[in-house]
């Protein structure tokens, strides 16, 4: 992959995961709770959303808690693996599940959308975080609420990811005993490459699952926002990794016709 990030935006929707292995036990390292989460919940709650579109939602933690609240949603990710878990879930059956990218959602108007963990960082190339925006945008009511995290550069989170930071383990049934951790492989510039080590005990099988996470600014979040047509109205703090991570609060402004060229029509 070249140092400078050139590349097809369609590679950054591939599937995150190997194997369903990997995929099923994605949801037992991050926690069954996702304490992490409750903050984006509580925020469908305080801006009174009835509606929302979850970007990159994995294996269906956010969607279906929120489903499970009466919120009607839908959830989008590239990762076929990782749906198959998200349809599993309690509550799945009412969530809409799109495998593809923010492109491929059908026509909404919804309140607010939501990336989280990794999401806004995995869009990699020059082309696919505004392309990702603008596809948000289109499915936002007018006034919808977009909320996402990315950690914040100046902190370089990735020299803690070593082995001796990251490494746990976890009884899984049919599996045993199985290892994970992360490690840091190198950095060019705004990009960061590690990747995630699995260990299963029953057959003793190492999964090695590479990854590259874009790590943009405050100035630079904020202007791809602007262009994309939101507004910031706020950048709050993560509340699991405070002083190290920006969460934007962006709201869909109303371009006038010249500007917008129909924007807010799904193509």
Not at 30 to 41: H, K, M, Q, T
Not at 101 to 116: G, H, R, V, Y
Request: some cysteine; aromatic content about 10%.
């Amino acid at each position: 992959m070249p140092a400078d990030g050139a590349r097809n935006p369609a590679d950054d929707a591939g599937d995150s995961y190997v194997d369903a292995r990997c995929a099923a036990v994605y949801d037992i390292f991050e926690g069954p709770e996702r304490d992490d989460l409750d903050v984006y919940a509580a925020m469908v709650e305080e801006f009174g959303a009835a509606s929302v579109v979850d970007v990159g939602c994995g294996t269906g933690t956010f969607a279906t808690m929120l489903a499970g609240r009466g919120v009607e949603v839908v959830g989008v990710d590239p990762s076929a693996l990782a749906l198959d878990v998200a349809q599993s879930k309690p509550h799945a059956g009412k969530v809409t599940w799109v495998h593809g990218i923010a492109a491929d959602l059908p026509p909404l108007q919804a309140d607010m959308a939501f990336m989280t963990a990794n999401v806004a960082q995995a869009m990699l190339g020059d082309e696919a975080w505004p392309e990702t925006l603008t596809a948000i945008r289109r499915r936002l009511s007018p006034g919808g609420l977009l909320v996402f995290e990315s950690r914040d550069p100046e902190r370089q989170a990735w020299r803690e990811w070593t082995k001796v930071n990251t490494y746990s383990t976890a009884e899984v049934d049919g599996e045993g005993t199985v290892e994970s951790w992360v490690e840091f492989d190198a950095a060019h510039g705004a990009f960061v490459d590690f990747f995630g080590m699995l260990v299963f005990e029953r057959d003793g099988r190492r999964v090695e699952q590479q990854s590259r996470l874009r790590f943009r600014d405050r100035a630079e979040l904020t202007k791809s926002l602007e262009d994309a047509g939101f507004v910031v109205e706020e950048i709050r703090d993560a509340p699991d990794r405070p002083g190290r991570e920006f969460v934007f609060i962006a709201r869909k402004t109303q371009w006038n016709y010249l500007q917008d060229v129909d924007l807010d029509q799904p193509r």
